[in-house]
Structure formats: structure tokens, C-alpha cells
């Protein structure tokens, strides 16, 4: 019954940066892969970066240059920091997590099908203006 709340989202000019945390409890947080997707109108969602068991990370590869993303052990949050945002930026932003093992640590934490429906927040909006 663990949830994932999403927070720090907001409105940005371009070449500005945020950060977003992910607050997470229970086993969501101590799991297989956690991790942060984004949605844009008319695409499909696609992930931006995870943290598997072992503290290794995968990046989207157009992302990897200007995101970062880290657990905060202190406050079982996944953090994701982006830098240079541009307006192909804009979107809402998931965490996700699989206490499961769906996914037992590699490119399918990446994966939207690896979660299940009710280990995603709702969700944080960032939107990048000119």
C-alpha cells in the first residue's frame, strides 16, 4: 500500500532548471526500480531515468547530458534535477515504482509496462515558456 507523491513541478523559462522530488513509502521506495516518466499531449510516455536495488541508473539518452537523478536516503524520495530545459520539456511527470520485480534492474525500468497501476503518483506538471 505503499503511494509515490510527486512535487516541484511548475513553470520555467527556457534554459532555466527545476527539481523534482518524489516522496515514496512503504516498499515503493526500497524496490526493484523507481523511476520518472513523462507525458506530453499527442505522445506517448516515455522514461527520463531510474534507480534500480543496487543504486545503479539508467538515463534516457537525449536526457542524460542535462538530467540527474538520485535517491535521497534521508527522506525516501527520488530526486530529479533538469537543467537547460527547453520547451520539448514540457510535460507531466510520474514516478513509478516496482516493488515487484517485474523488472529486476536494467533498461526495462525505463519500461512503463514494468509497473503496475497502482505504483504511479499522480504526477507533477512542468511546463517550459519562451
Known amino acids: 500500500q505503499g503511494h509515490l507523491v510527486e512535487s516541484g513541478g511548475g513553470s520555467v523559462q527556457a534554459g532555466g532548471s527545476l527539481r523534482l522530488s518524489c516522496a515514496a513509502s512503504?516498499?515503493?521506495?526500497?524496490?526493484?526500480?523507481l523511476a520518472w516518466f513523462r507525458q506530453a499531449p499527442g505522445k506517448e510516455r516515455e522514461g527520463v531515468a531510474a534507480?534500480?536495488?543496487?543504486?545503479?541508473?539508467w538515463y534516457a539518452d537525449s536526457l542524460k547530458d542535462r538530467f540527474t537523478v538520485s535517491k535521497d536516503n534521508t527522506k525516501s524520495s527520488l530526486e530529479l534535477q533538469m537543467n537547460n530545459l527547453t520547451a520539448e520539456d514540457t510535460a507531466m511527470y510520474y514516478c513509478?515504482?516496482?516493488?515487484?520485480?517485474?523488472?529486476?534492474?536494467?533498461?526495462?525500468?525505463?519500461?512503463?509496462?514494468?509497473?503496475?497501476?497502482?505504483?504511479w503518483g499522480k504526477g507533477t506538471q512542468v511546463t517550459v515558456f519562451s
Open positions: 513509478a515504482s516496482d516493488p515487484f520485480g517485474y523488472c529486476t534492474g536494467g533498461p526495462c525500468c525505463l519500461v512503463a509496462e514494468t509497473y503496475g497501476a497502482d505504483y
Open positions: 534507480v534500480g536495488a543496487d543504486g545503479y541508473i
Open positions: 512503504g516498499r515503493t521506495y526500497d524496490a526493484y526500480c
